[in-house]
């Protein structure tokens, strides 16, 4: 862990450098994950196929290296996956020096909860969410409407609910962290409660690769009942308020 005290000043090069550092050895723990995941990677594509395969349709690819690119697509967000505790551990580097030294100590639970809540949010996603969302897609097709799905778009639809989903899982931490930081409190987060519900439906909207409402009820829905375990993470960890010295404290009477 980088050894700073929480009144090191760092000039504003040393802190673009130390981001280029962290950037660079999360970019290495990608490339380690993207290494162990490629020789997997057609079972992988295999598998992601399943929620169209099942009901009886099969996918295409329209041009001769589509394939190969989507696996290595694929290869790369379990890469992404696999070496999530690494990139975690570089972020929680690099915002260690504005914490102060009793906090620190929250490095591994940062970790360790941070890496398992984005793989539980990509498994939502690929087992709860896109496989019932494929299936209510798909139910549009009839005799004088069939379906031809490309690899290419199929894959793309399933990594980008994927990733999105990692990623709104990690909401819960991200507001905890905040309110141990002192940044945000528990009263401000239940005061904006409703700004969080609109920015949910925005944040569905942006994050969903279409752009109808079902799609973005999926994500705004999980999302919103995350800022909720949020609030209740911060109320639970959150940092304290300092007691108020009484009068008769201050006056020694």
Not at 53 to 65: D, E, H, I, M, S
Not at 183 to 188: P, S
């Amino acid at each position: 862990m980088p050894r700073f005290s929480v009144d090191d000043k760092m000039p504003f090069m040393e802190h673009l450098g130390e981001l280029r550092t962290r950037i660079m050895r999360s970019l290495y723990f990608l490339l380690g994950g993207l290494l162990i995941a490629f020789p997997f990677s057609e079972k992988i594509t295999d598998f992601l196929a399943r929620p169209v395969t099942k009901l009886g349709y099969k996918l295409v690819f329209t041009a001769p290296a589509e394939a190969f690119w989507v696996q290595m697509k694929v290869a790369l967000i379990c890469g992404l996956f696999i070496s999530a505790p690494g990139i975690l551990y570089q972020v929680w580097a690099f915002i260690a020096p504005g914490l102060h030294a009793h906090e620190r100590k929250y490095a591994v639970p940062f970790v360790v909860i941070g890496s398992l809540m984005f793989i539980a949010g990509g498994a939502f996603s690929l087992f709860v969410v896109t496989p019932y969302a494929i299936a209510f897609l798909l139910s549009y097709a009839r005799e004088t409407l069939q379906p031809m799905i490309t690899l290419e778009n199929h894959v793309d639809f399933l990594l980008k609910f994927t990733l999105a989903f990692g990623l709104v899982f990690e909401l819960p931490l991200i507001i905890t962290l905040l309110a141990r930081m002192g940044v945000v409190t528990t009263k401000q987060l239940s005061k904006n409660r409703k700004y969080a519900i609109l920015g949910a439906f925005i944040a569905g909207a942006v994050l969903t690769p279409t752009p109808d409402a079902f799609n973005q009820t999926l994500m705004a829905g999980p999302l919103i009942l995350l800022y909720e375990v949020g609030i209740i993470c911060a109320r639970i960890f959150g940092r304290r308020p300092a007691p108020v010295a009484q009068p008769s404290e201050v006056t020694g009477g």
